[in-house]
């Protein structure tokens, strides 16, 4: 049983059974056979066996279920003695599980239970152990920034992360953003640079280039801006004087603070041109988009959203862009993933310039790149430096080129499916419980929800649902009545839980618990109950697994 719980919990772990007085060679039967089909594990092909020398050997634990059965091997096998513990002191609790042999269903199912909830306890203890072993030192220099970031840990372990522009990064990703090239400043580019000492810096920027130039099949890259938004800034100054007209989607109908908002630098640098989705259907007009060009002749057209959850059509922005005469720029920092993985469609073919953030969908460190065709490149590389930016963060550029490897492999488009799938899901489960969705539904990574039928603001919405364990964040909708800091929308994503390993049914039951949430409003102890359940939840699905 505990055999069964261990390999279904962490598939990973290697866990074997054995008996003090096994026969050997019998099958799993009866009551316990019905629970284990029950919870889906498999056990066809178990049998038992005797506790034996080898087998503790190779064992780095050795877990029992009763203090007889410990104190028994103890004794028997002396040489082992230190490696033995009860299956409840090693989860940090304490007492006997009963043996349910003979016993009737009910009581192997209480027995199931139980040894399933310390099975959760070992491989969360195991799985804090690692990553605390990445902090060993901080923790005895600074206490301080060492509990606080451990909270943060615990914080993003514990609860469902919703939020669309947040992800989690692999340890691999991790390790590189703390390498040793935090150390090294390298202005310039490979070959060019004003330091000595960057021969690595150069591989690994170029590592990084060429990586992303496969993932995406562009032209060129540079991948030193620290941000999207610095990305953006690059391509603005490359083809832009101060004053030149700018056409992009208003920020309450989807766009970006970047492209133009008033209290941006885009807004205050440049004439802005917002366009504005359908307020009907949410959706895009791009008739009107072509009217909106030919009236006021553009130089750059930006296309790209930070929260709009259908497909953009690249293509139909080029040929307004090609009959305005304007410069076309993709901001993917969104849906690039999913652009890497064919799961949207792909505007390097139609656009002069594409920027990103390397988060979000792409699962990398948080930073930016532009893409272009090689007719940009030069003046691209001199805006990112010595433009707007000084010597690059080469450490993030590491951990961009890990980020990039990753998202070569076959797996990766899998996740990214996987990612459309949830959001889908999601959509479907909140549309059963009567939520009004921008757009109706989703093509991409994210859903906006339109609250005013349920009579609450964005702003509760966001608190409302923290307080039940679910990170979520208001979120302006077309034609939106409220204040920016109020809305009247919230913005929900799937790539953190699905990196977690989450599916359909999942993402039906967090649609049930956010609609829960706002039919509990004001009631403390629901509320309360919710975030339990979460939390039982994400012990399930933890982002940073024992390997």
């Given at each position: 049983m505990a055999e069964g719980i261990f390999k279904k919990k962490a598939p990973g772990l290697k866990a074997s059974s054995a008996g003090i007085a096994a026969h050997p060679s019998y099958r799993i039967f009866g009551v316990l056979e019905e629970i284990l089909d029950e919870e889906g594990i498999p056990h066809e092909n178990h049998v038992s066996t005797q506790?034996?020398?080898e087998k503790l050997d190779e064992a780095g634990v050795v877990l029992c279920m009763e203090k007889c059965h410990a104190e028994y091997v103890r004794k028997s096998f002396p040489f082992a003695a230190d490696k033995v513990f009860l299956l409840s002191e090693y989860a940090g609790e304490q007492g006997d599980i009963p043996d349910p042999i003979g016993l009737d269903k009910e009581f192997y199912r209480k027995t199931f239970d139980i040894i399933t909830g310390f099975v959760v306890k070992i491989i969360s203890g195991l799985r804090n152990r690692e990553i605390k072993n990445m902090f060993e030192h901080l923790k005895k220099t600074d206490s301080e920034v060492y509990e606080i970031i451990e909270s943060e840990h615990r914080r993003q372990e514990d609860n469902l992360e919703m939020i669309a522009s947040e992800n989690f990064a692999s340890f691999s990703v991790l390790e590189a953003a703390s390498s040793f090239f935090t150390n090294k400043y390298a202005e310039g580019y490979p070959g060019k640079r004003y330091y000595g000492g960057c021969l690595h810096c150069d591989e690994i920027e170029v590592l990084a280039i060429e990586r992303c130039k496969s993932l995406f099949g562009v032209e060129h890259v540079n991948v030193q801006p620290l941000s999207g938004t610095s990305a953006n800034?690059?391509?603005?100054?490359?083809?832009?004087?101060?004053g030149d007209t700018i056409m992009s989607m208003d920020l309450s109908h989807g766009g970006h603070l970047s492209h133009g908002h008033p209290l941006s630098f885009s807004g205050r640098f440049f004439n802005i041109i917002p366009a504005h989705n359908d307020l009907k259907t949410g959706l895009i007009d791009y008739d009107e988009l072509e009217k909106l060009a030919l009236k006021h002749k553009p130089k750059l057209i930006i296309c790209g959203a930070s929260a709009y959850p259908r497909i953009i059509d690249f293509k139909k922005y080029r040929e307004i862009a090609d009959k305005a005469g304007a410069y076309l720029l993709a901001d993917i920092a969104h849906i690039a993933g999913l652009v890497a993985a064919g799961e949207h469609p792909s505007p390097v073919p139609h656009?002069?310039?594409v920027t990103t953030t390397t988060h979000k969908t792409l699962r990398g460190p948080r930073g930016g790149m532009v893409m272009c065709r090689k007719e940009?490149?030069?003046?691209?590389?001199?805006?990112?430096?010595?433009?707007?930016?000084?010597?690059?963060?080469?450490h993030i550029i590491a951990a961009k080129a890990a980020a990039f490897g990753e998202a070569l492999k076959p797996e990766f488009?899998?996740?990214?499916?996987?990612?459309?799938k949830n959001s889908q899901a999601l959509a479907e489960g909140l549309l059963r419980n009567d939520f009004t969705l921008v757009t109706g539904g989703t093509d991409n990574h994210m859903v906006l929800v339109d609250l005013r039928n349920k009579n609450m603001t964005g702003k509760e919405a966001q608190n409302l649902l923290e307080d039940a364990g679910i990170t979520a964040n208001k979120n302006s909708i077309p034609g939106d009545p409220e204040k920016p800091f109020i809305t009247s929308g919230i913005r929900l994503g799937t790539p953190a839980v699905t990196t977690r390993g989450m599916k359909e049914a999942e993402m039906s039951r967090i649609a049930e618990f956010i609609n829960q949430a706002v039919e509990a409003r004001g009631d403390e102890k629901a509320i309360a109950s919710i975030k339990d359940k979460v939390k039982v939840m994400t012990a399930d699905f933890p982002v940073y697994k024992s390997e």
């Amino acid at each position: 049983m505990a055999e069964g719980i261990f390999k279904k919990k962490a598939p990973g772990l290697k866990a074997s059974s054995a008996g003090i007085a096994a026969h050997p060679s019998y099958r799993i039967f009866g009551v316990l056979e019905e629970i284990l089909d029950e919870e889906g594990i498999p056990h066809e092909n178990h049998v038992s066996t005797q506790l034996t020398k080898e087998k503790l050997d190779e064992a780095g634990v050795v877990l029992c279920m009763e203090k007889c059965h410990a104190e028994y091997v103890r004794k028997s096998f002396p040489f082992a003695a230190d490696k033995v513990f009860l299956l409840s002191e090693y989860a940090g609790e304490q007492g006997d599980i009963p043996d349910p042999i003979g016993l009737d269903k009910e009581f192997y199912r209480k027995t199931f239970d139980i040894i399933t909830g310390f099975v959760v306890k070992i491989i969360s203890g195991l799985r804090n152990r690692e990553i605390k072993n990445m902090f060993e030192h901080l923790k005895k220099t600074d206490s301080e920034v060492y509990e606080i970031i451990e909270s943060e840990h615990r914080r993003q372990e514990d609860n469902l992360e919703m939020i669309a522009s947040e992800n989690f990064a692999s340890f691999s990703v991790l390790e590189a953003a703390s390498s040793f090239f935090t150390n090294k400043y390298a202005e310039g580019y490979p070959g060019k640079r004003y330091y000595g000492g960057c021969l690595h810096c150069d591989e690994i920027e170029v590592l990084a280039i060429e990586r992303c130039k496969s993932l995406f099949g562009v032209e060129h890259v540079n991948v030193q801006p620290l941000s999207g938004t610095s990305a953006n800034m690059a391509v603005y100054f490359a083809v832009l004087e101060m004053g030149d007209t700018i056409m992009s989607m208003d920020l309450s109908h989807g766009g970006h603070l970047s492209h133009g908002h008033p209290l941006s630098f885009s807004g205050r640098f440049f004439n802005i041109i917002p366009a504005h989705n359908d307020l009907k259907t949410g959706l895009i007009d791009y008739d009107e988009l072509e009217k909106l060009a030919l009236k006021h002749k553009p130089k750059l057209i930006i296309c790209g959203a930070s929260a709009y959850p259908r497909i953009i059509d690249f293509k139909k922005y080029r040929e307004i862009a090609d009959k305005a005469g304007a410069y076309l720029l993709a901001d993917i920092a969104h849906i690039a993933g999913l652009v890497a993985a064919g799961e949207h469609p792909s505007p390097v073919p139609h656009c002069d310039f594409v920027t990103t953030t390397t988060h979000k969908t792409l699962r990398g460190p948080r930073g930016g790149m532009v893409m272009c065709r090689k007719e940009h490149a030069s003046v691209i590389d001199r805006q990112v430096f010595p433009g707007i930016q000084g010597g690059p963060h080469m450490h993030i550029i590491a951990a961009k080129a890990a980020a990039f490897g990753e998202a070569l492999k076959p797996e990766f488009r899998d996740y990214q499916a996987q990612i459309v799938k949830n959001s889908q899901a999601l959509a479907e489960g909140l549309l059963r419980n009567d939520f009004t969705l921008v757009t109706g539904g989703t093509d991409n990574h994210m859903v906006l929800v339109d609250l005013r039928n349920k009579n609450m603001t964005g702003k509760e919405a966001q608190n409302l649902l923290e307080d039940a364990g679910i990170t979520a964040n208001k979120n302006s909708i077309p034609g939106d009545p409220e204040k920016p800091f109020i809305t009247s929308g919230i913005r929900l994503g799937t790539p953190a839980v699905t990196t977690r390993g989450m599916k359909e049914a999942e993402m039906s039951r967090i649609a049930e618990f956010i609609n829960q949430a706002v039919e509990a409003r004001g009631d403390e102890k629901a509320i309360a109950s919710i975030k339990d359940k979460v939390k039982v939840m994400t012990a399930d699905f933890p982002v940073y697994k024992s390997e």
